[in-house]
């Protein structure tokens, strides 16, 4: 069974910087796409990037041009690169995956526990 776990959150002024980290441990048939969601106090979970096991990757308006997902395959890692940090950046942010287990040829999504990233002005 594949865990994930997130690290590189914490607080940061506007217009600065964060890398988060996710690491997959445990063993799977395979890991597809990876995701970073965020969700902010009172509001829904929303995904901000996607990265195929490809390299292919997709953002959310709101950070397309800040943010950069990428992925070790290698490694089972994924991470966000987030640069031009706002205020309203603020959030958890989660890690996903699509896990295909050893015993299917299906793919279930895993999540991590979350990072809080919070933006000061």
């Known amino acids: 069974q594949v865990q994930l776990v997130e690290s590189g959150g914490g607080l940061v002024q506007a217009g600065g910087s964060l890398r988060l980290s996710c690491e997959s441990s445990?063993?799977?048939?395979?890991?597809?796409?990876m995701y970073w969601y965020r969700q902010a106090p009172g509001k829904q979970r929303e995904l901000a990037a996607r990265?195929?096991?490809?390299?292919?990757?997709n953002y959310a308006d709101s950070v397309k041009g800040r943010f950069t997902i990428s992925r070790d395959n290698a490694k089972n890692m994924v991470f966000l690169q987030m640069n031009s940090l706002k205020p309203e950046d603020t959030a958890v942010y989660y890690c996903?995956?699509?896990?295909?287990?050893?015993?299917?040829?299906?793919?279930?999504?895993?999540w991590g526990q979350g990072t809080q990233v919070t933006v000061s002005d």
């Open positions: 990265i195929t096991s490809g390299g292919s990757t």
């Open positions: 445990g063993i799977a048939r395979s890991i597809n796409d």
């Open positions: 996903a995956a699509d896990v295909v287990a050893l015993w299917t040829v299906s793919a279930e999504t895993t």
